[in-house]
């Protein structure tokens, strides 16, 4: 190792064999080691800079030096890193030999190369894909894998359009209803699954009833924040695309109220799944996706037919 010197040198011998080698890495320790490349010790940089030349580097060195071997695993080797809190740790082999370290920039990168890769993979799971090696899956697998979580989502569609076939004489009087439908649908998915990934992103261990249910009331708040300001916005666009007081109305308790029952089934739903001791990063989406579309879907279509109806006068058989 190229900041490795031996025990039985002085200082004055370690400094000069260490300028002599060309060191193309940060130095942040000095390993001791012995004729036959065993760590014994941590030479600290003071020592090296005030020490006088003659001191022999064995009275300057530090015996204690946490090392890590080559059979330990990343997983075990990254926790020791970060519980020593010290900026480099030396691996050793079997016999004690000093065979390298891991030092506080690769701790860092790994760290957030895993961060990273964790945050891809819940962002997977909540939409419905349990991926931990996608590279090794076969097309067949794959598509076992992921048509099940895709059912869902047809399953919400129809749903939906069942929905929509209730209410096809109101669609049929008031066309406003079905030109803003897309954008209703988009902000109750998007809240939902906003909530979802809060959610799942949460301990469930450490959960109780009360914090659970302080945690959808805080949700429910901001949603209801959100769902005010989207639905103010859609309402103005829907008054000035000729839909008038009321389909502005409508626009906007539609918007603020769905927003508000999206957050709560979102962040309700991966509670529930956890409970019955299923996996909410994997079911939490689809699940939710498909009680927030019916029940948006159909909340839209009743309000729409109770006040805009209402304010026309009009009569609508379902």
């Known amino acids: 190792m190229q900041t490795a010197v031996n025990v039985n040198q002085t200082i004055g011998e370690a400094l000069a064999e260490l300028r002599a080698r060309t060191i193309d890495h940060p130095v942040i320790y000095v390993y001791a080691i012995d004729d036959d490349d065993r760590l014994v010790g941590q030479v600290p940089t ?22 890590i071997s080559l059979e330990t695993s990343l997983d075990d080797a990254l926790e ?24 506080v920039e690769q701790y860092a990168r790994e760290s957030l190369q895993r961060a990273e890769r964790d945050r891809v993979r819940q962002v997977f799971q909540t939409l419905g894909l349990a991926i931990d090696r996608p590279a090794q899956l076969t097309a067949w697998e794959s598509f076992r894998m992921r048509m099940p979580w895709l059912s869902c989502n047809i399953a919400g569609g129809v749903l939906c359009a069942m929905v929509a076939w209730l209410f096809s004489d109101l ?3 008031v066309v406003l209803l079905a030109i803003f439908l897309p954008l209703v649908l988009t902000l109750g998915e998007s809240i939902a699954m906003q ?18 249910l302080e945690a959808l009331r ?24 000729g839909g008038g007081v009321a389909g502005a109305l409508t626009m906007f308790v539609a918007v603020s109220v769905s ?37 948006t879907t159909t909340l839209y279509f009743t309000l729409g037919m109770l006040i805009l109806m209402e304010s026309t006068g009009a009569a609508v058989v379902l």
């Open 259 to 295: 927003m508000v029952f999206a957050a709560v089934v979102g962040g309700g739903i991966p509670m529930l799944l956890h409970a019955f001791r299923l996996d909410p990063n994997v079911a939490a989406g689809p699940v939710t996706l498909v009680i927030a579309d019916t029940a």
């Open 218 to 241: 805080v949700e429910a708040g901001a949603a209801l924040l959100l769902g005010l300001v989207c639905g103010l916005v859609v309402a103005c666009v829907s008054f000035l695309w």
């Open 171 to 173: 669609l049929q009087q």
């Open 46 to 67: 003071r020592a090296l800079l005030f020490s006088a030349p003659s001191t022999p580097v064995r009275e300057a060195m530090r015996t204690a030096v946490t090392t």
């Open 80 to 103: 020791i890193f970060a519980k020593s809190r010290l900026l480099a740790l030396p691996v050793v082999d079997g016999e004690g030999r000093l065979v390298g370290a891991i030092d």
């Open 195 to 212: 909530s979802v990934t809060i959610t799942v992103g949460s301990d469930p261990n450490k959960r109780t009833v009360a914090s659970a």
